[in-house]
């Protein structure tokens, strides 16, 4: 995900107290990402329109757990961005905005 968007995360490492931390901040999240149980009883009190949306390569969601939590949404929709990771919005952002746009339009 560094690799995104070079000059954004130069400066964010430079102003981080311990950049040196950052990749277990994120291996952390990871983990807690795979380990959350949330299910049907969550997600449909969910009573707005919702995209859900995850790249192709999400290193902290698989896209069988991102297309699960959209189908119990009630009006839940899903985009599962191409050539991207967690950072879909950095990585792909011409797909990302495609989809955001159609779904905004629609609701």
């Known amino acids: 995900m560094l690799k995104a ?3 954004y995360w130069k400066q964010q490492l430079s102003i ?3 950049p040196r931390q950052l990749q277990h901040m994120f291996d952390q999240v990871g983990k ?8 049907s009883t ?3 009190t969910i009573k ?3 995209l859900v949306m995850a790249g192709n390569h999400d290193q902290f969601l698989t896209t ?9 949404i009630p009006q839940g929709e899903l985009a599962i ?3 991207s990771t967690h950072a879909a919005f950095m990585e792909n952002f011409e797909a990302v905005w495609i989809c955001v746009e159609i779904f905004l339009n629609a609701n």
């Open 5 to 7: 968007d070079g000059l």
């Open 16 to 18: 981080m107290p311990q």
């Open 32 to 39: 807690a990402a795979a380990e959350m149980t949330l299910d």
């Open 42 to 44: 969550f997600f449909s």
């Open 48 to 50: 707005c329109p919702v």
């Open 64 to 72: 069988e757990r991102v297309v699960n939590a959209s189908k119990m």
């Open 81 to 83: 961005i191409p050539k």
